[in-house]
């Protein structure tokens, strides 16, 4: 409500001291109660036959019930640990005050949406110096809930990309493979096909028009740009582009002047060959020139 999110200005205030590499505690105990919240909110109630109330997820949670689970973490290795239990919300507590005009699974969204507009929140977490808190940190449910919204999508990520310490880049080359990950676990295990096929093409379509992705690519080190190049969405971001209309109409114009300038040469050169007259061998090859 008010355009406001739990806990948001303790996060903000992170984002803005990351630099000096404040301790995360205080941010992964943020992160887990807001994992929790969401959790919870993925929860949809059900009237059954005898009048009593049931509730089912109306997506699994990553943070659901204490299990062992193989997960790949953000550098691509793959481990296995157990998910964390989130804090019993009670539900009178949690209820109280809500707009009952809405779904628990629109509250969930409304919340991860503006948090995930949160300026450079993914950027932070990537530049997290612990690897082992960060993997632990990418696996929260509401992390990786953002991590599917458009809204996360900014220049940050093309500066990554551009940027002159490889690490950093490394950093964002990773991040889109744990995102295309993250993108194919949810439309395997998502019960709203319709809901996910919308939020998926939504972030295509902010990844396709984000300034200078492709150009900020193509700066990177042979090997990781082919490392980037084979990720999934990006493999998936540029069929969208090459498909567009105006990419189609370069093609077809590119593909019109090759065959005109195969064309005029053949005729220049057969002119030569047989002795056509000179004039006309001229004017084939100043078409050659055009």
């Known amino acids: 409500n008010y355009g406001f999110f739990p806990f948001e200005e303790i996060i903000s205030h992170w984002i803005e001291s990351v630099d000096r590499q404040l301790p995360i505690l205080q941010l992964k105990y943020v992160l887990y109660l807001l994992s929790a919240i969401v959790d919870y909110l993925g929860k949809e109630e059900i009237v059954v036959e005898n009048g009593e109330v049931e509730h089912t997820h109306c ?22 640990h157990e998910t964390y239990t989130p804090v019993e919300i009670s539900r009178h507590d949690c209820e109280e005050g809500l707009d009952r005009s809405q779904s628990f699974c629109d509250i969930r969204s409304n919340l991860l949406s503006k948090f995930a507009s949160t300026s450079d929140i993914i950027k932070a977490l990537l530049l997290i110096s612990d690897i082992s808190e960060k993997d632990i940190i990418f696996q929260y449910s509401v992390v990786r809930g ?8 900014g220049k940050w990520l093309t500066s990554m990309l551009q940027s002159s310490h490889k690490k950093v880049a490394n ?27 919308k939020k998926v093409k939504e972030l295509y379509d902010e990844l396709r028009c984000l300034h200078d992705l492709i150009p900020s690519m193509l700066a990177l080190d042979e090997k990781i740009l082919e490392k980037v190049a084979m990720t999934p969405i990006i493999s998936s971001v540029l ?6 209309r105006f990419a189609a109409c370069l093609i077809f114009f590119d593909l019109l002047v090759v065959v005109m ?5 053949y005729k220049s050169i057969s002119g030569f060959l047989v002795g056509a007259d000179p ?12």
Request: glycine share 4%.
């Open 59 to 80: 997506r699994r949670s990553l943070l659901t019930g204490s299990r062992a689970s193989s997960v790949r973490s953000i550098d691509g290795s793959c481990f296995s």
């Open 146 to 153: 953002i991590m599917l919204r458009k809204e996360s999508i």
């Open 171 to 197: 950093h964002a080359v990773d991040y889109l493979q744990l995102l295309s990950d993250v993108l194919k676990e949810e439309t395997q295990i998502s019960q709203q096909k319709e809901e996910t096929d």
């Open 279 to 290: 004039g006309e061998i001229i004017r084939w090859i100043y078409a050659v020139n055009c």
């Open 239 to 244: 069929d969208r582009i090459i498909t567009t």
């Open 261 to 265: 300038l195969i064309f005029t040469f």
